[in-house]
């Protein structure tokens, strides 16, 4: 149960409908536990009657409720069991609506939990560094916080409901038995030592098949959604019938395991049923028995009285097995949720952190970065200073280390060696957020999202009015081909942007960007799927735009009609060549190389 114990904040949270909760599963059973007394106390009235009896039935056992209701029926037979039956049926309408609100505050407390959790969880995803998420698969990730979540839900709401009636129903039913008659409720509980024995080693079966269960539920979500996100690829690749094997495959892991686990939990039932129709006849002949050989204070109406106790402890007793399944199910559950929110992120704000206003001063003063789950040393010794205003190109092959700057620069990772300061401060001690608002990024690996054309723009102003989107759509080239939609701005993009070209996914990731006016300006090889002449359109708008701007553009293209201050060559994480276009061209080197097979290229 440890696994639980971060649930402990919600409980409190919730304390008042939680109390209320309890008080009204106390109630209804309270209300439910007469109706066996006043069933009893009407059948020892027939039978008196049928004897010819007009004696009162025994109810000095009875509770002061019930004795109170049978000393206002009067002396008649006829009226006893008219008015007991009325009786009985408002009883079961009370017990009925303190049973409604016990489901209107345990449940409603469960689904708040829910919501908190879920909130709880996505906003602990998002705080999670980049090497997180490049260990950790999608799929995974929404199985924790939907159907890991949804079983938790399933203790903090039924599963608890379900214990706390189980022992209201118990405590009444055991209280008025054993004041009835110790001998007849002793054997009418005799087979219970043997249920709890069969729980507990039940049990332990089905937490190791829930955490196998959900461990291949999340391969099999993994794989849906990887299947759904690259269905191009697969289809390109005639592959269907391959990722078909692969999800069928999981799918049969993931249902031989939940068959089993339904297998085990049905020994439940027909055992509780057993041991309740057992003890049961036990209590029939028993009493009989008593009743036959005239035993003190024994009596039809008793019999009847802990018949109708046991068939009222059936339910309770038999969703034992469910509740117990239900908290096993949420322990393993939980405890997958509770590994994520462990987890510390890496990159995060530091104890004290500042919030300058960045003027686009930036410097690397011997930077060396390796990736810690590859040991690639991506960025080695790295020292580069840029002025405020400055226009600096990083050019290199692929895999040169040209991307891993841009995340150094926006913190996403730590330089193992060396410092990057923005006019003078070191990103360290920036607060992440504020770093972030102040600098556009646009990244190589295009995101869209699957909203309208006019929201994806302004994702990057949440407040931006229509004027300003459209201008932005205009400084990257893509306005134009936006108003020959049908439906222009607001036209759906699909999931990624899988309805638009590569060309468009990069330039209204582009106009996102340039929406934020912001100081310092980051494009991570984002021209890449644009034609020539866009290309040309583009950079010729991006000029007027950078401005007394501070821009770095990383790329693999050589970009000739725009004026850098700064380009810089990197091969294999270093600086091998720096300076102006014309210069670098005249040093005969790597940059001259690359400009020389792109013309051949272009032509």
């Known amino acids: 149960m440890k696994h639980l114990r971060p649930l402990r904040k919600y409980f409190w949270k919730y ?190 079966v089905i937490n190791k098949k829930s955490e196998r269960i959900q461990a291949l539920l999340s391969d099999l ?19 269907e019938n391959a990722m078909f094997g692969f999800f069928k495959n999981n799918s049969e892991a993931y249902r031989q395991n939940a068959l089993g686990l339904a297998k085990t939990e049905a020994i439940y039932f027909p055992s ?77 704000n530091e104890a004290q952190t500042v919030t300058p206003q960045l003027q686009g001063n930036i410097n690397f003063a011997n930077v060396d970065f390796t990736y810690p789950h590859t040991g690639i040393n991506a960025v080695k010794n790295f020292s580069l200073q840029i002025n405020k205003g400055d226009k600096v190109a990083i050019v290199g092959r692929t895999g040169s280390g040209k991307s891993t700057l841009a995340q150094l620069m926006l913190h996403m990772y730590n330089p193992q060696q060396g410092i990057i300061t923005y006019d003078g401060v070191p990103v360290n001690k920036i607060d992440l957020q504020h770093l972030r608002e102040q600098i556009s990024y646009v990244p190589q690996d295009v995101f869209l999202f ?15 009015t229509q ?19 049908e439906e222009k701005y607001n036209t759906m993009i699909g999931e990624r942007g899988v309805t638009l070209s590569g060309g468009q996914k990069q330039r209204i990731s582009i106009a996102r960007a340039l929406i934020k006016n912001p100081q310092v300006v980051v494009f991570d090889d984002c021209l890449s799927a644009v034609d020539a002449r866009t290309e040309k359109e583009i950079i010729e708008n991006l000029y007027r735009y950078l401005e007394n701007k501070t821009a770095i553009i990383i790329t693999h293209r050589i970009f000739s009609l725009f004026q850098f201050d700064k380009i810089i060559v990197l091969d294999e994480g270093k600086i091998v060549e720096q300076g102006t276009h014309e210069t670098l061209i005249a040093q005969n080197g790597i940059y001259a190389e690359m400009y020389n097979l792109q013309q051949v290229q272009d032509n």
């Open 450 to 464: 699957s909203e309208s054309v006019s929201n994806n723009i302004r994702f990057g102003l949440q407040d931006a």
């Open 15 to 204: 304390r008042w409908l939680f109390l209320l909760g309890i008080l009204f599963v106390v109630l209804t059973n309270y209300f439910r536990i007469l109706a066996p007394q006043l069933t009893g106390y009407v059948v020892n009235t027939v039978v008196h009657s049928v004897k010819g009896n007009t004696a009162a039935a025994a109810e000095k056992n009875y509770d002061v409720l019930v004795k109170a209701i049978i000393s206002w029926y009067g002396q008649s037979n006829h009226n006893k069991i008219l008015l007991a039956g009325i009786t009985l049926l408002v009883l079961a309408v009370i017990s009925g609506f303190f049973m409604f609100l016990m489901r209107q505050t345990i449940i409603v407390m469960s689904r708040h939990i829910e919501y908190n959790q879920k909130n709880e969880i996505f906003n602990h995803y998002q705080q999670l560094d980049t090497s997180f998420y490049k260990t950790h698969s999608t799929g995974d990730l929404m199985n924790r916080i939907a159907e890991d979540v949804s079983r938790v839900r399933m203790y903090t709401g039924p599963a608890i409901m379900y214990f706390i009636n189980l022992a209201a129903v118990i405590g009444f039913s055991v209280f008025f038995m054993f004041k009835a008659n110790p001998k007849l409720t002793l054997v009418a509980l005799a087979p219970l030592p043997v249920l709890a024995i069969a729980i507990y080693f039940v049990n332990t």
């Open 467 to 485: 004027q300003q989107i459209e201008t932005a759509a205009k400084q990257a080239s893509v306005h134009t081909e936006i108003e020959r939609f």
């Open 221 to 239: 979500t993994t794989n849906a959604q990887e299947s759904y996100s690259g269905i191009r690829v697969i289809k390109s690749y005639v592959q």
């Open 272 to 348: 509780m049923a057993l041991l309740i129709g057992l003890s049961t006849l036990i209590t029939i002949m028993v009493g009989s028995l008593d009743v036959i050989n005239k035993a003190p204070g024994a009596n039809v109406g008793m019999i009847v009285e802990f018949v109708v106790y046991i068939q009222m402890l059936t339910f309770p007793v038999s969703a034992i097995g469910w509740t117990a399944s239900m908290i096993q199910r949420a322990i393993t559950s939980q405890k997958r949720i509770n590994e994520f929110l462990l987890t510390e992120p890496e990159i995060k």
